[in-house]
Every structure is written in C-alpha cells, then in structure tokens.
C-alpha cells in the first residue's frame, strides 16, 4: 500500500490535487494508522492503483485542459498573474479591482459571479509576493471600497503605474501549462 501523502510528495503534487484524481479514477482509498503518523489516520491507495494516478497525472491532457490551482505544486503557486480589472465599466468607469492569481481564468470565473460586466484592462506575470506591493503602488491615491476594490478617476493612470512597476521587476517565468481568460 502507498500513502497518499508520499505519492504527492513524490510527484510534486499537492494531496488534494492527488484525491481529486483518485475520485475521478474510482480508486478505493483505505485509511489505517501509519508508521510515523503518530495515531493519526493516514490514507492508502494499492501500488496498482497509484501507477493509474501517475499515469493520469503525467498524460498531457490530465482530465482537464484547464488547470486548477489546486493542480498546482506550491512552487507553481507563487507564480501568475497580477491583473486589473474594470468591474462594471459600462456603469461605474472608475471602480476596478487589482489582485494576483495562479491560475488566472478559473480566478476570472469566479469573479465573473460577482461581477459578470468586468472586462480584463491588463495582465502582468508576477510573483505572489509582490502582489501587495503593486496594490499599494497602484492605487496610492484611490477610494478604497474593499480589500482589492478601488474607484479612481482615471483607470488609464493605474495601468500606467502598474506598467511602471511591472518593468522595474525581473522577469517571471511562465508556467507552461494554459491559462485560458
């Protein structure tokens, strides 16, 4: 039996990523107490059945064509997008919203909930750690309404700083997975 824990370990994956596809794959999860699990309850799979998850994982479609962030490694998840967003340009022009996102389609999706009139202004590659850093270069001088919400007068000039700031930092690579917007 293999622990699920060391198959995600093993493949750079994250456990829950690893459930997901053991779900999809109908592969019975049994759960006993580990060696160096000090009591606690640890999840098993069959050798036979984690060869089936290493072949899902490692096939170039892998059930999606579109990544989830939970698909990503931790490593993976410290790289994205930052982005700038109008949320109802057509009837509040100046209200926008900044923010970071690993995966940034599925992070546009659920913003569309909220807000299904938003419009993407621009999209930089970016580093999760300069994520505050660029909110507050920003939008310095605007009426914050939330968290990663703001209203100014000119959405032009936000673009303009966020390019600024944008082309002071070292480049980032980019995943080769697809991010679809």
Known sequence: MVPVSELA??????????FKVISRLQIEVVKRRGLDSRGQLVSFISEEDAGRVRSALSSPVAFNA??????LS???AELGHFYLLALEPEHDKGRFKLGFASVLGERLQKHRCAAPLLEVIATWPCKRL???TAIDAAAYDCERLHTEVFRAADIAAVRERLDRFFALMPTVPVRGRQDAL
Not at 9 to 18: H, M, P, S, V
Request: no cysteine; aromatic share 4%.
């Open 9 to 18: 370990a093993e493949l750079g994956r994250r456990k829950q990523t690893l």
């Open 74 to 76: 931790p490593a993976e």
């Open 130 to 132: 300069w994520e505050r």
């Open 66 to 71: 579109q990544v989830e962030s939970s698909q």
